[in-house]
């Protein structure tokens, strides 16, 4: 009998993907290596590693966002990391666009965890997807009664000594990953900027924009692929580090090799969740230190 329910639990987690079954993180607390935290003066951006997918956590003395979730197979892996971390309550939430390594499993964590409101991009009606991570984002955050707000470009929130910006999207556009909501999280001399998906056409749109798109920390877009990451965008960045969020082996190839070795160019010191773990960022306004859950150092 245990054998059976062990062999249902595995198989539910990567086949059937039934609703109110747990899965092993669930059971077991697997959750990365993340730590109660005090941030007092400080602030906190972590890189999740939810394999081939984008889960970032920004926390502040008094607010927490979260944006994007992986896959719904991490749900249990981001809600325990947050748990870990005594996150009871997420301000925000940023859904940058809807495919499922970004959202699969946001519905899931609304569904656990008390959130305020989410911002995502709103797409033409043409590319509205029905897949069921899609829709079951939407029937949470009204089940739950959690306010959804487009994102706009000059949008901006305060976090305690912080203050997050929102860039883009600015313009219709055929794929959803262009659609993705870009951002920007000042803390004093330290700013990270998170991209989502975007390709070189939103890229180029955003610094059309005259976006101040300097940043200490980017976090790569689209996984590094070949189709983002232009030298223009990146001279306009600047980065001195750059987040690379991908699993190992991936079906797409990410990093590319010929955008890993730009980022180095560039002077990058570079970092890999399927090689670093999560990664988390301390900033205390002016310096920053830098955790890896595997205790590697940059590329």
Partial sequence: MIILIALFITLNQFVFKLDGVPRWDDLFGLGGTAESYNVSG?????????????CELILTVNHAVLIDSGERDYSGTVYQYLENLGVKKLDLVICTHPHSDHIGGMYDIIGRVETEKIIMPKVKDEIVPTTSSYTKLL????????????AKAGMQIALDDCRLEIYAPLNDYDDLNNYSVVCRLVHGENTFLFTGDI???????????GADLSAKVLKVPH??????????????????????EVGSPNDYGHPHDEI????????????RTDINGSIVFTSDGSTLSIKTENGNDYM
Avoid: W
């Avoid at 400080?42 to 984008?54: C, L, N, P, R, T």
């Avoid at 890993?260 to 970092?271: I, P, S």
């Fill in 42 to 54: 400080k602030a906190q951006v972590h890189f999740i590693d939810v394999g081939q997918g984008d």
């Fill in 139 to 150: 029937n949470a955050a009204t089940k739950n009664n959690i306010q959804i707000e487009y």
């Fill in 199 to 209: 390709e070189k056409i939103a890229e180029s749109d955003i610094l059309k924009s």
């Fill in 223 to 244: 996984h590094g692929s070949s189709t983002s990451s232009s030298y223009s965008f990146l001279k306009a960045v600047m980065p001195e580090y750059a987040v690379f």
């Fill in 260 to 271: 890993f070795a730009r980022y180095e160019e560039f002077g990058c010191k570079r970092y």
